[in-house]
C-alpha cells in the first residue's frame, strides 16, 4: 500500500504559477507510475498529467499542455506539477495517484492508490 500526501495548492491571481508535490511512502517509488488529476465542483475527476516510472515519457491533457509540466524525483519519493498561466478554468482539487497496472496513463480506472488533495484556486 502507497500512502501519498498532496501538498502547493492555494489561491493565485490568473495567469500566476504554482508547483504542486505529491510526496509518497510505502513502496519503492520507482516501481509504478504517476498521475495528477483534478476535480471541479459539479464535475468528473480529470486526467491532467501523468509520467512514467523513470521520468522518462510524460503525458498531458491537452487542455495542460504548454503549461503544465510534470516530474518526478525518484531520490525523493516526490513527484511535482509545475503549473504555469493558470486560468480559472484549472481551478479544482488536484490528486496524485499510483500506476501500477498495464495500460494508458489517461484513464482514472488504471490509478490505484491516491492521495487526499490539495486546492487550487485560480481568481481571475
Known amino acids: 500500500q502507497v500512502q501519498l500526501v498532496e501538498s502547493g495548492g492555494g489561491l493565485v491571481q490568473a495567469g500566476g504559477s504554482l508547483r504542486l508535490s505529491c510526496a509518497a511512502s510505502?513502496?519503492?517509488?520507482?516501481?509504478?507510475?504517476m498521475g495528477w488529476f483534478r476535480q471541479a465542483p459539479g464535475k468528473e475527476r480529470e486526467f491532467v498529467a501523468a509520467?512514467?516510472?523513470?521520468?522518462?515519457?510524460?503525458y498531458y491533457a491537452d487542455s495542460v499542455k504548454g503549461r503544465f509540466t510534470i516530474a518526478r524525483d525518484n531520490a525523493k519519493n516526490t513527484v511535482y506539477l509545475q503549473m504555469n498561466s493558470l486560468q480559472s478554468l484549472d481551478t479544482a482539487v488536484y490528486y496524485c495517484?499510483?500506476?501500477?497496472?498495464?495500460?494508458?496513463?489517461?484513464?482514472?480506472?488504471?490509478?490505484?492508490?491516491w492521495g487526499q488533495g490539495t486546492q487550487v484556486t485560480v481568481s481571475s
Open positions: 510505502g513502496r519503492t517509488f520507482s516501481s509504478y507510475g
Open positions: 495517484a499510483t500506476k501500477d497496472r498495464v495500460g494508458s496513463y489517461y484513464y482514472l480506472s488504471q490509478y490505484d492508490s
Open positions: 509520467i512514467s516510472l523513470s521520468g522518462g515519457r510524460t
